[in-house]
């Protein structure tokens, strides 16, 4: 029984043997098992055959007149065309078959007559299946090594893009945030050799620390916190860190994260833009231009309050309507100027605070006397829990930080709406004595909580940067200025405390103020 369909045929098979009858054998054998054979009687006949169209593999007989099967082996060996072919050798009884030259020359296997049936078959479909194969494997590589040079390729384009990109690049491990990789404008960036700084951490380099609320409570944590939180945070853009440098050169950066997977490894790539140069003139322009808008302010404000109090003739009901748009866009307008400057002074430090022994208690009630008229106007009930404690503080300071957070929660809050300013005794690091003293409260917490419409989780820490507001049109809605919770954050951090926000978007917010008691400043 036939192995294939004869109708198709499995391989071609040229067979060369000057002995007719060996050639009809072979040809009816194979044909019948589905081979396509094509049958020639001289060597150079088959060479030819062999080179227009090559066969897939070869029967050759050793004896025969003129060019025997070894020379022909040789010839089909040295042609580029012939070479691959397998060429089984075929010796007829009595002949003296020279194994050793069959395969010197380039056969990959010998049949002695008179043929076993099943031992030709046998081996001619090894051979073509070891030849298939080879084939295949041959394919396969030539694949590989193409994949292999455009892997290559790309991997150098990579590496060229990484080391000459002006931006400073860095790759870190999420698992312990530790440099595995960064370029020379990084390098350069931060005054560190490559070997300083592989296999470190940002923490161990004290490469920086964040201009965010938080940041006091680990000042130096926050690339570290970044890195590790990537693969919950998903991708980041333009976030802005200080820097410092191996000088200790302080720089300002906007960093962008991006999750890649190094060999399996979960690592996070940083591309950072130094923005220092950019934030001083930006700095410089605020400055300038806020100075600068002052003094005509002041002047517009005199005016209108003068055509405001009718000495200049009597204004009409359209003119007094005019008047109080004015008067209240150049009140905003003074309010923002003056509270870039306040902004500014204290980054400089020209503003110090002026700290004496203060109550608590009296600074929450007077927050509360000042607010009180807003809240009446806007309908919101105030409730106030103060607490009789001693601070060493600047009142005006930190007054200026309650009625700040005060009047957000009022003007986020809805009528009806109530908004509580309570204060607790903290004594979150107890320390006993050797006396078995009872522990001492460390710290006052100030909480101002509202019912007002919240604040999305992402804008939770970012609202404490200035000009930073939840929604683009809250400062033409609600008066604001995007800079109160700046100023807020900078008072607070003078006085060595922490202020930060929880929120329930729909449900109200809550802002803590955290300040160290007198023992421990
Ligand atoms: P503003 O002058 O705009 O109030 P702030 O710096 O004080 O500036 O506040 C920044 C932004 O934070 C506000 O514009 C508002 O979007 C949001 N915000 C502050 N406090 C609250 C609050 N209690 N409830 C809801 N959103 C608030």
Redesign the pocket.
């Known amino acids: 029984m036939p192995n294939e369909p004869l109708n198709l045929p499995k391989a071609d098979i040229l067979v060369i043997d000057d002995t007719p009858e060996n050639l009809n054998l072979l040809s009816a054998m194979l044909t019948e098992q589905g081979y396509k054979v094509r049958s020639v009687t001289k060597g150079s006949t088959g060479l030819r055959g062999a080179n227009a169209v090559p066969p897939d593999l070869i029967l050759l007989d050793v004896n025969m007149p003129e060019m025997n099967g070894y020379e022909v082996c040789q010839q089909l060996k040295a042609s580029d065309r012939t070479r691959e072919i397998p060429v089984i050798f075929i010796s007829a009884l009595g002949d003296v078959l020279d194994k050793v030259k069959a395969f010197a020359v380039g056969g990959v296997d010998y049949i002695t007559k008179p043929f076993q049936l099943e031992e030709v078959l046998a081996r001619i479909e090894n051979h073509l299946t070891i030849w298939k194969l080879q084939q295949q494997l041959q394919a396969q590589n030539e694949r590989l090594q193409q994949e292999i040079s455009e892997r290559t390729k790309a991997e150098e384009k990579f590496a060229k893009v990484f080391r000459s990109s002006p931006n400073p690049i860095a790759i870190a491990t999420i698992s312990e945030a530790r440099f595995i990789d960064v370029n020379p404008s990084f390098l350069k960036m931060s005054g560190y050799s490559l070997e300083e700084v592989i296999g470190d951490t940002a923490n161990e380099l004290n490469l920086g620390k964040n201009t965010t609320a938080t940041s006091n409570d680990k000042p130096l944590g926050v690339y570290t916190q970044t890195i590790q939180l990537l693969p919950e945070t998903g991708s980041l853009y333009n976030l802005e860190f200080e820097f410092s440098t191996k000088s200790g050169e302080l720089k300002t950066i906007l960093i962008s994260l991006e999750l890649i997977d190094l060999g399996g490894v979960p690592c996070a790539l940083l591309i950072a833009n130094d923005i220092t140069e950019r934030k001083r003139l930006e700095n410089e322009f605020i400055s300038l231009v806020s100075h600068e808008l002052r003094t005509p302010l002041t002047s517009t404000m005199g005016a209108l309050d003068l055509l405001g109090s009718g000495q200049l003739g009597t204004l009409s009901e359209q003119g007094q309507k005019v008047l109080s748009i004015a008067t209240t866009n150049t009140e905003r307008l003074i309010r923002l100027v003056n509270d870039i400057l306040d902004l500014e002074r204290m980054k400089s430090g020209k503003i110090f605070t002026r700290k004496t022994k203060c109550n608590a208690a009296d600074l929450l009630i007077m927050a509360t006397e000042a607010m009180q008229a807003m809240a009446d106007k806007l309908q919101v009930r105030l409730i106030i829990n103060p607490v009789e404690v001693e601070l060493w503080a600047d009142p005006d300071r930190l007054l200026q930080t309650l009625i700040?957070l005060l009047s957000?929660?009022i003007?986020?809050s809805e009528p009806g709406d109530t908004v509580w300013i309570s204060a607790t005794l903290s004594e979150s690091r107890s320390v006993e004595s050797e006396e078995n003293q009872p522990s001492l409260p460390k710290y006052l917490l100030i909480t101002i909580q509202?019912e007002?419409?919240?604040?999305p989780e992402d804008k939770l820490q970012i609202?404490f940067e200035r000009f930073?507001?939840?929604?683009a049109s809250?400062?033409r809605n609600?008066g604001?200025?995007?800079?109160?919770?700046?100023i807020c954050r900078n008072i607070v951090q003078q006085h060595n405390g922490k202020i930060w926000v929880e929120?329930i978007l729909g449900k109200g917010?809550t802002?803590y103020v955290l300040l160290p008691l007198p023992a421990l400043q």
Do not use: C, E, M, P
């Not at 007002?452 to 604040?455: D, L, T, V």
């Not at 604001?480 to 700046?486: C, K």
């Open positions: 700040n957000n929660a003007k986020f509202d007002g419409r919240g604040i609202i930073q507001q939840v929604d809250d400062s609600k604001g200025t995007g800079l109160g919770l700046a929120s917010s802002f």
